[in-house]
């Protein structure tokens, strides 16, 4: 566990993997904490070194008052990577994690040499989704959002499986201000015509029964950036990493091998 001081936020992160290996950032989806990504880890190739960080408002991040933008987040992450010393990483952005990505390699190309794009889009709902969602978490908690959440994150099976309650529980412990603030963030933010502009190796991954990204959804943007491969993962809703860890690490692993990033 470890507190990076950025001057002007606090942000929890945890690296896993030997100190010379190839960066890989994981940038995680709203409502979720870096622990999100434990299920898939076991199945991630050996060698690389693995960065988490908890987003502003979540998990044991500050949680400076809402409402955030897009810009103040992807500043964030890129003063993250800056205090860390890391360049040239695999960036796997899932959700919300996945248009900081967006935005963060239109404005440090230096930061990010190839990009995972994960249950994601440049545009993700309405502007007004997102605020009445965020005016339901004000007026009634997260408790309020948190039957449809989980309906949006897993598939039925899933949500009926003993291993519901850790992830529902992860969601209601998010901080309102956190999860409006970003709420606000998503609202705001439309990345169409920046990330048609990239250039950098990307992979697109969908999950075949996701409620809030729909896998056409994120193809479509992923068929923004010239050159980018495409996964669909079957059985899975928005966490796909969650219900279907290995198959969602497969083209992953050779995503990030393709960049030059075995084992060293
Ligand atoms: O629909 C949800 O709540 C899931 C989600 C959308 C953006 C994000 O990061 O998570």
Partial sequence: MQSADLGHIHL???IDGPEDGKPVVFSNSLGTDLRVWDPLLPHLAPGLRIIRYDRRGHGLSDVPDAPYSMGQ???DTEAL???LNIRDCVFVGLSIGGMVAQ???VKRP???RAMVLSNTAARIGTAEIWRERAKLARSQGLSALADATMERWFTPK???SPALPIWRNMFLATPVEGWTGCAEAIAGTDFYSTTAGLKLP???IAGDRDGSTPADLVRETVDLVHGSEFALIRRAGHLPH?????AYAEPVNRFVLAQGFGAS
């Avoid at 969650?242 to 290995?246: D, G, K, R, Y």
């Fill in 12 to 14: 929890h992160y945890r």
């Fill in 73 to 75: 987040l992807v500043r």
């Fill in 81 to 83: 990577l800056d205090f």
């Fill in 103 to 105: 935005g963060l390699a």
């Fill in 110 to 112: 230096d930061l990010i």
């Fill in 158 to 160: 899933f949500r009926a």
């Fill in 202 to 204: 990307v992979l697109g």
């Fill in 242 to 246: 969650i219900e279907q860890p290995a």
